[in-house]
C-alpha cells in the first residue's frame, strides 16, 4: 500500500525509491485512464539508466508489461462496461460525441493500427484498451496490436532518451 501512496502522491519519490516497479505500476495505471506523466516516467527512469542507476533491459521490460497489461485491463473495462463507461469518461477527458463516434469507427475500421500506434498519441493512449473492448474487436488481434505497440513506444522512449542523455544534459 505504502507503494501506491508513493506512486499516486509523487512520481520522483517513487522512481527514487522503488525505480521500475514505480514505472510499472504508473504506466500500467496511465494505460487504462488514470492520469499520471507515464511517458515523463518512461523518460526519466531511462536516462536514470543511463547514468547506471537502473538497467536499461529492466526499463524497458517494466515500461513494455505495465503498457500492455494496462492497456488489457482497460480492454476488459470496455468490454465489461463498453459505451456506458466511455460515455462516463467523455465529459472529464473533454471527449465530445462527435469525436467519440469518429474514434469508436476508426477502432472498428482500423482497429489492429489504431491500438498499434495509439500509444505515441496522449489521451489515445489512455483510451486504447477501453475504445478496442468496447467496439468487441477480437481479443487476439488486440493482444498483438496491443503488445507491438507497446514495445515499440517503450523501446522509443527507453532507448532515445538512455542513448541521447549526454545530449539533454548539454541542454540542462
Request: aromatic fraction near 12%; glycine fraction near 10%; hydrophobic fraction near 55%.
Amino acid at each position: 500500500m505504502a507503494l501506491l501512496q508513493h506512486v499516486f502522491g509523487s512520481v520522483e519519490a517513487a522512481i527514487a525509491a522503488y525505480g521500475v516497479l514505480a514505472l510499472f505500476l504508473i504506466l500500467y495505471f496511465e494505460s487504462f485512464g488514470v492520469p499520471l506523466p507515464g511517458e515523463s516516467a518512461l523518460i526519466t527512469v531511462s536516462l536514470l539508466a543511463a547514468h547506471g542507476d537502473h538497467a536499461i533491459g529492466h526499463v524497458i521490460l517494466a515500461a513494455w508489461c505495465g503498457a500492455v497489461l494496462g492497456d488489457s485491463t482497460g480492454y476488459l473495462i470496455g468490454r465489461i462496461g463498453g459505451r456506458p463507461v466511455l460515455l462516463w469518461l467523455a465529459p472529464k477527458i473533454r471527449l465530445t460525441p462527435d469525436r467519440l463516434a469518429r474514434i469508436e469507427k476508426t477502432a472498428r475500421d482500423k482497429g489492429f493500427i489504431m491500438v498499434m500506434t495509439a500509444r505515441f498519441v496522449v489521451g489515445l493512449r489512455q483510451l486504447n484498451g477501453i475504445l478496442a473492448g468496447s467496439v468487441a474487436m477480437p481479443w487476439p488481434r488486440f493482444v498483438l496490436a496491443n503488445a507491438l505497440g507497446a514495445l515499440l513506444w517503450a523501446s522509443f522512449w527507453s532507448l532515445g532518451a538512455y542513448f541521447f542523455a549526454d545530449l539533454f544534459r548539454r541542454f540542462l
